[in-house]
């Protein structure tokens, strides 16, 4: 699964209800949204170990009170963290594994029984990685060739709604107004440290107006803690304790972001410079040799830098394919 830095900090922030509602709210389809009471929200255990993939994954369970007919049910929102690197196409059978599990979970704890029944379920990916989500989101339209007519009924359905962070526009984002909007700007805009400082004062803005500020800023600046350990600041974090009153601190992390970015831009520049070299006095380099270049330190790439005009062979520079 995704960095411990994120999943940790996602886990932490839904574990709220306020954050739940606004996911809900702001982007699930609205007509879900409207059937639910968000005064009655509930949360429930998760984190399973599943004998199918033998992994431990982050989620978390909510129920929620719904009307509609007439009638009042409760709905199990099943929320799947997944940051990853790339996406995963298996999503579809992971989340009809992990419903059967969490179903099986109720069933043993004595929340339902199979008289009664199993209660609905939304289940919920959020996701932020670097390529826009292309995985199906019903294990159906992964059955190929589709089965013949008669076939159809007899397959298994397992439908998930989608949230995919990276796909909504900073537009998007600044027309709603609610603190996770705001997260989500952070995430976007990390690559940016310009982006990343307007879409920190945008939350900032929005905390301030939050009724409910003082909690608000609590949960945003532990969040925010996280990810800044993850894009590498980890200096003085433990004095980061209001992200709207200490504002002036984060333009200092700012600034040695934006130094670390630096330097990591001359070094990836050093080593594509000695690649380039390489490959022309020896050829397509192979594969032990590219990996080696790609983890050399900044002394390492200047010392091989020396060498390269009186060395005989990629072997002798680099040292022998292990």
């Given amino acids: 699964m995704a960095s411990q830095h994120h999943d940790t900090g996602y886990k932490e922030l839904f574990s709220h209800p306020e954050f739940v509602q606004q996911l ?10 409207a059937l639910m009471d968000f005064t009655t929200l509930q949360i429930h255990s998760g984190n399973y170990i599943t004998p199918l993939f033998e992994e431990k994954f982050e989620d978390v369970v909510w129920s929620v009170a719904i009307h509609s007919q007439g009638m009042e049910t409760r709905v199990y929102l099943y929320m799947l963290l997944e940051f990853q690197s790339s996406l995963d196409r298996r999503m579809p059978l992971r989340l009809l594994h992990y419903v059967a599990c969490f179903y099986d979970n109720l069933l043993k704890s004595g929340a339902t029984t199979a008289g009664k029944g199993l209660p609905p379920v939304l289940p919920i990916v959020l ?10 989101q019903d294990i159906y339209n992964m ?6 007519e008669f076939l159809r009924v007899y397959q ?3 439908r998930y709604y989608l949230i995919d962070e990276g796909s909504y526009t900073g537009e998007e984002l600044r027309a709603r107004h609610s603190p996770l909007s705001g997260v989500f ?3 976007n805009a990390s690559q940016d440290l310009d982006s990343l400082q307007q879409a920190v004062d945008r939350v900032i ?6 009724p409910n500020k003082e909690r608000t800023d609590a949960i945003i600046t532990r969040w925010l803690k996280r990810h800044l350990q993850r894009l590498g ?9 209001s992200v709207v009153e200490q504002k002036d601190m984060l333009a ?5 972001l934006g130094e670390k970015e630096r330097r990591e831009g001359r070094l990836e520049g050093e080593r594509r410079v000695l690649q380039r070299q390489l490959a022309r006095r020896f050829g397509e380099l192979p594969d032990w040799a590219a990996k080696r270049l790609e983890t050399a330190s900044a002394e390492q790439l200047e010392a091989w830098a020396d060498e390269i005009l009186v060395t005989a062979s990629v072997e002798e520079l680099l040292g022998n394919a292990k």
């Avoid at 996701?127 to 199906?136: E, I, L, M, P």
């Avoid at 059955?143 to 013949?148: D, N």
């Avoid at 600041?233 to 304790?241: A, Y």
């Avoid at 200092?252 to 040695?256: E, I, L, N």
Wanted: aromatic share 10%; glycine share 6%; charged share 25%.
């Fill in 24 to 33: 809900v709210e702001e982007f699930a389809p609205p007509r879900i949204a």
């Fill in 127 to 136: 996701y932020n990685g670097s390529r826009r989500w292309t995985a199906h």
């Fill in 143 to 148: 059955i190929r060739p589709e089965p013949p």
């Fill in 156 to 158: 298994p359905h397992l």
């Fill in 185 to 187: 700007g952070i995430e």
């Fill in 205 to 210: 803005a929005i905390i301030r107006a939050d």
């Fill in 233 to 241: 600041v980890s200096v003085d974090l433990d004095q980061l304790n």
């Fill in 252 to 256: 200092k992390k700012w600034g040695y």
